[in-house]
Structures are given as structure tokens and as C-alpha cells.
């Protein structure tokens, strides 16, 4: 199995670094060509589609990946129930759009969300036999159906905002991502839906709980933009949503290659405590000596980097980047609870975290909106989301039984590396200055050089003094041996001999 994660994690490393930096452009070559006015009038209509998206969302493909072993019955029923939800949930939208309009007083709301219904119904008929490939370890079908499907909204997108300067090119990208990606799957895997419902119970009996978490979680991860456009308009929520955007782009994609192959891999290991419990600790080192670095960097670097690429336009959002980079990186400590509650079956529980991280969240969101403005909004997401790491640690501690010390002691090396790197870019006087007068691409390449510098040597530094201890230090260095090799060998084949 650990080889089978090993090519897993391989083709989704591949497709998550092509789709960040196809992300990461198109994010800053529309927002060059787009106003953050533009970016907040979608960002209203997004957040309705992923609210209501996930209120009806039933979590199919968790439960299919899940089963021991499902059949053409399931998936048919899995894309009947998709095709159905979808269906309700276009027609939903559509009834929405003008009330929503009249709320935030913009007419312009009707069509974008009417546009936005349709690719939601089209994305409700992708083929539930993908599943096949996650629940084998099998990971390449990503790479081609998320890169494919990033470069035509990618490309629409730019077209759009290039010629017409308009919003909608937000609009219809993320509509082009939808039909692109419902068309790849059915060259994937070679599936004939057929309408029927006959396993819906068994179905929905996995799924319900996982998707009542996910629509408290969206909730609770989308109702500030609301907030924040009724309240401050569309510039402001501009700002936010571009800075959450770019904010959370790096960590995410950098660690979302570990963390996607966590739940079936969980899953294979549900019924071995020990072996579960060791899996959990060594994924969450891995995933935090990445997350780190990347997030605390990227929030020492937002200034430059948003003048750099953006321009001077957008500077009001360098201090939600540098806020919520740092969050985003330390939510590492916690981020693989859910798969891991999902891999046990325990499905309530994650709708029960869910529901504390809203109760505290939103009226912290909403009293810092309306006392301090957009200024309040971000440093309530500062607090409520080291409150939700904690809560996240607390669920792991009941199901596999590790402290929160525990949890914490294994990252203490890259805690520690990150730490001295921060305090470095802060208080070393060459680099403070180099950090604040970076004005070109070099200057900035410079900067990260410094960083990844100080991060490398301070991280296996501690690990030489600490005795060598097992963690992802001694991977890479197992993986960079076992290249090595294989480099002599490609070389010089008979100098072994």
C-alpha cells in the first residue's frame, strides 16, 4: 500500500502544482484586468451557490469509497440522486436570484446566478465511477480531469476579461470548469447512466451525517462574505475575497497532494488502532513541515508580492493575505480529522465540530464586521480559526487517543524552523530591508532563496541534534538517496559492478 500512495501522491503532487499555478495566474491576471468591485459582485453570487450547494449536497462519492464493495446498482442510484440534487438546486438558484438582487440592491445578481444555476445542473451528471480509481489509490484520473478542466476556465476566462474587462469573466470560467470537468469523466471511465434508486438507503445512511457537516462547515466558511458585502459593499468584500483567495492558494495546494490520498488510506487501516494512529501522526508531520514554511512565508512576502503582480489597486487586501496565510498554515496541526473521523465511521462527530466551530465563528465574524469593519472581520478568522484547531485536535484525541501534546511534539521541529525563519525576515536588518524595497520578480526570488534557506537548514539542523528521529526530515532524505541512486545508475550502470 505504501508504494500505491507513493504513485498516488506522485500524480496528484503533478496535478496540484499544475492546477496551483494555472490557479495562481488566473487569479492575478484577472484581477490585473478586473476592479476588486467586480471580484466582490461575484464573490456574493458564489457564496449563495456553495451554501445552498451544500445544504443539498449528499456526499455520494465519500460513501461509495467507503463501501466495501459497490456495484452497478450504487452508482447508478449515486448518479441518479446527483442528477436529481442538481436539477433542485439550478431551480433553486434561479428562484433566488431575484431576492438576492433586491438584498444587496444590484440587478446584475439575476443573471449571474441564473448563468451559475446551469452549470450547476450540468456538474450534478459527472460519472460516479471515477470513485474507482480514489478507492484503488489510483490518482492519475486527477491530474488529467483537474488540469484539463483548469486550463479551459483559465483560458475562457482570460479571453473574457481580456477583451470586455467584465465580471463575467468569473462567471463563465467557473461555468467552463464544470462542463469541462463532467465531460473528461466520461472519457475516463466508461459508465451508461441508468435512473434508478434502489440503494438510496444504504446510500444516504453513510453520507447524511458528512453531508450535514459539510453544509454547517460552508456555512460557517462562506457567510462572511455575505456579511461583508450587505454590510460593507462590493469593494470591500473585493479585498477579502481575493486576499482569503491567495491566502489560502499556497498551503492548499501545496499539501493538498498528501491530503487527498488520507481518507482511503484511513480506511484501509480503520480496523489497526496502532498502525491508524502512527498513519495519522506521520501524515500530519508531513503535512505541517510543508504548510508552514509556505503559509508563514507567503504572509512575510504579501506586500511585495501583491504590488508586484497586482498592483497598488489591491494593497488594502495585503493585510487579510498576511493574516490568514499564518492561520491557513497552522490549521495543518489539524486538518487531517476529517478524513480520518470519515475513515471510522464516525461521520456525526464531524457534523458536531462542524456546528461548534459555526456557533463560535459567526458571532465573532459579525461583531468584528460591525465594530472595525473589514479590519474586524479578518482578525475574528484569526481567532475563531485557532479556536477550530484546537476543537479539530480535540475530536482526534477521542478518536484515536494521541494527547494534544502528542499532536503538537511531532511538529516541534518544523514549529521551531518556521519560528526562527519569521524572526528573521522581522528583525535581521538586511532582511527587513531587502523585504521592504523588493520591487522586481529578482528581488522577491531573492527573498523566498533566504527563506527556504533558513527553513532547510534550521529544520534538519534540529533533526541531526535531536538523533535523527523518524518524521518526514527522514523520508526526504530517503527519498533524495534513492535518486541519487537512480541517477548513477542511469549514468554510470556498470560503475556499481
Given amino acids: 500500500m505504501k508504494d500505491k500512495l507513493a504513485r498516488g501522491a506522485l500524480w496528484v503532487v503533478s496535478a496540484r502544482v499544475l492546477v496551483g499555478i494555472i490557479g495562481f495566474a488566473s487569479t492575478l491576471l484577472l484581477a ?102 480514489t478507492r484503488n489509490l489510483v490518482f492519475w484520473q486527477d491530474f488529467v480531469l483537474n488540469v484539463s478542466s483548469k486550463l479551459t476556465g ?20 467557473a461555468v467552463a470548469v464544470q462542463i469541462q470537468s463532467v465531460m473528461v469523466s466520461y472519457l475516463m471511465v466508461r459508465y451508461r447512466p441508468r435512473i434508478q434508486l434502489s440503494q438510496w438507503r444504504e446510500l444516504i445512511g453513510f453520507s447524511v451525517w458528512v453531508s450535514f457537516a459539510q453544509a454547517v462547515n460552508t456555512l460557517n466558511w462562506r457567510s462572511d462574505s455575505m456579511v461583508i458585502g450587505y454590510v460593507l459593499g462590493n469593494q470591500p ?26 481518507f482511503p488510506a484511513f480506511s484501509r487501516l480503520s480496523d489497526d488502532l496502532a498502525r491508524l494512529r502512527s498513519a495519522y501522526q506521520r501524515s500530519q508531520a508531513l503535512l505541517c513541515v ?46 487531517s480529522a476529517q478524513p480520518l473521523a470519515m475513515a471510522m465511521g464516525q461521520t456525526k462527530s464531524l457534523f458536531e465540530i462542524s456546528v461548534i466551530n459555526f456557533t463560535v465563528r459567526m458571532p465573532l465574524i459579525v461583531t468584528g464586521i460591525l465594530y472595525a469593519g473589514l479590519l474586524g472581520a479578518v482578525y475574528a478568522r484569526v481567532m475563531s480559526g485557532i479556536i477550530g484547531i484546537v476543537v479539530n485536535m480535540l475530536l482526534v484525541r477521542k478518536l484515536i487517543g494521541l494527547s494534544l501534546l502528542d499532536q503538537i511534539w511531532v511538529n516541534c521541529r518544523a514549529l521551531c524552523a518556521t519560528a526562527v525563519m519569521a524572526i528573521c525576515f522581522l528583525c535581521v536588518p538586511q532582511i527587513v530591508a531587502l523585504n521592504r524595497e523588493a520591487g522586481n520578480f529578482f528581488e522577491v526570488c531573492n527573498l523566498v532563496v533566504i527563506g527556504v534557506s533558513l527553513y532547510v537548514v534550521i529544520l534538519y539542523g534540529l533533526w541531526i541534534v535531536m538523533g535523527r528521529p523518524g518524521g518526514p526530515e527522514a523520508e526526504f532524505v530517503l527519498l533524495a538517496r534513492r535518486i541519487h541512486s537512480a541517477i548513477i545508475d542511469r549514468i554510470a550502470p556498470n560503475r556499481r559492478l
Fill in 32 to 133: 490585473r484586468l478586473l476592479v476588486p468591485a467586480d471580484f466582490g459582485l461575484v464573490a456574493i453570487a458564489m457564496t449563495v451557490v456553495a451554501i445552498a450547494g451544500s445544504i443539498t449536497e449528499l456526499s455520494l462519492a465519500s460513501a461509495l469509497v467507503q463501501h466495501d464493495s459497490p456495484d452497478a446498482a450504487h452508482y447508478d442510484t449515486a448518479f441518479t440522486l446527483n442528477a436529481m440534487r442538481s436539477a433542485a438546486l439550478a431551480m433553486l438558484l434561479a428562484g433566488l436570484s431575484i431576492p438576492i438582487s433586491e438584498i444587496y440592491g444590484d440587478a446584475r445578481l439575476i443573471a449571474i446566478l441564473i448563468v451559475i444555476a446551469g452549470g450547476v445542473f450540468v456538474s450534478g451528471l459527472q460519472n460516479p465511477k471515477l470513485v474507482v480509481y
Fill in 154 to 173: 483559465f483560458a475562457v476566462g482570460l479571453v473574457i476579461a481580456w477583451f470586455y474587462k467584465s465580471y463575467w469573466a468569473l462567471v463563465i470560467s
Fill in 237 to 262: 468584500l473585493g479585498y477579502y475575497s481575493f486576499g482569503d483567495n491567495l491566502a489560502s492558494m499556497p498551503t492548499r495546494e501545496a499539501t493538498a497532494p498528501v491530503a487527498q490520498t488520507l
Fill in 290 to 335: 510543508i504548510a508552514f514554511p509556505i503559509g508563514v512565508g507567503f504572509a512575510l512576502l504579501a506586500e511585495p508580492l501583491v504590488i508586484l503582480t497586482v498592483g497598488v489597486k489591491w494593497l488594502p487586501a495585503v493585510v487579510v493575505i498576511q493574516a490568514l496565510s499564518g492561520v491557513f498554515a497552522l490549521q495543518a496541526l489539524a486538518s
